[in-house]
């Protein structure tokens, strides 16, 4: 089966580098004007994050197609950073332990990198249960590095980061999503 595994366009957040992880916020006239331009492959069936930003998203890159909103494949909840930048939290002694873990464990609040593995690879494993030739999924940045770190062989995490409006054409077989290349970017 081929996936496209596509991060959602760039929200005022996004532009201001915040942490927003649940927050449910919509695509800035920037983020929306990127995506328009983007042309991506006919799929059988759209997967989304039910979080507003990738709804629209998906509305905007598979217009006319209702996308199967999958609450397993949302961002990961960042607690108590929800919402702050770096420099706003950079003083903050919980921010810099959580900093030292690499991101695995838990802000305050929030969700740990094993919690947000778990949620998002049973809920990718229960839409490859489904019959189809071609899927996209569209989701977040954080979302899509978890899955391929989980699911690609190489088991890296931080080199499958992707630009708002951008992402991967993926094959998945025999328990495996193997990238074969870059999808759309915004830009």
Same mark, same amino acid.
């Given at each position: 089966?081929?996936?496209?595994?596509?991060?959602?366009?760039?929200?005022?957040?996004?532009?201001?580098?915040?942490?927003?992880?649940?927050?449910?916020?919509?695509?800035?006239?920037?983020?929306?004007?990127?995506?328009?331009?983007?042309?991506?492959?006919?799929?059988?069936?759209?997967?989304?994050?039910?979080?507003? =930003?990738? +709804?629209?998203? @998906? &509305?905007? !890159?598979?217009?006319?197609? /209702? *996308?199967?909103?999958?609450?397993? %494949?949302?961002?990961?909840?960042?607690?108590?950073?929800?919402?702050?930048?770096?420099?706003?939290?950079?003083?903050?002694?919980?921010?810099?332990?959580?900093?030292?873990?690499?991101?695995?464990?838990?802000?305050?609040?929030?969700?740990?990198?094993?919690?947000? =593995?778990? +949620?998002?690879? @049973? &809920?990718? !494993?229960?839409?490859?249960? /489904? *019959?189809?030739?071609?899927?996209? %999924?569209?989701?977040?940045?954080?979302?899509?590095?978890?899955?391929?770190?989980?699911?690609?062989?190489?088991?890296?995490?931080?080199?499958?980061?992707?630009?708002?409006?951008?992402?991967?054409?993926?094959?998945?077989?025999?328990?495996?999503?193997?990238?074969?290349?870059?999808?759309?970017?915004?830009?």
């Amino acid at each position: 089966m081929t996936v496209f595994l596509i991060r959602h366009g760039q929200t005022q957040s996004n532009l201001e580098r915040r942490y927003i992880g649940v927050s449910d916020e919509s695509l800035c006239r920037r983020g929306r004007e990127a995506l328009a331009g983007i042309r991506l492959p006919a799929v059988d069936r759209v997967y989304a994050s039910p979080l507003r =930003r990738c +709804r629209e998203t @998906a &509305a905007l !890159l598979y217009p006319g197609v /209702e *996308p199967v909103l999958v609450p397993g %494949l949302r961002e990961t909840d960042m607690g108590a950073f929800e919402g702050h930048t770096y420099e706003e939290l950079k003083d903050d002694s919980a921010y810099q332990a959580w900093l030292d873990t690499a991101g695995t464990a838990a802000p305050p609040g929030g969700e740990s990198g094993e919690a947000v =593995r778990r +949620r998002a690879v @049973a &809920a990718f !494993l229960s839409i490859a249960e /489904e *019959p189809a030739e071609r899927i996209a %999924l569209v989701i977040h940045g954080g979302t899509i590095m978890t899955l391929l770190e989980a699911l690609e062989p190489s088991h890296r995490f931080y080199c499958w980061q992707v630009p708002n409006g951008g992402g991967y054409r993926c094959r998945w077989a025999d328990g495996a999503l193997t990238v074969e290349e870059r999808a759309g970017r915004e830009g």
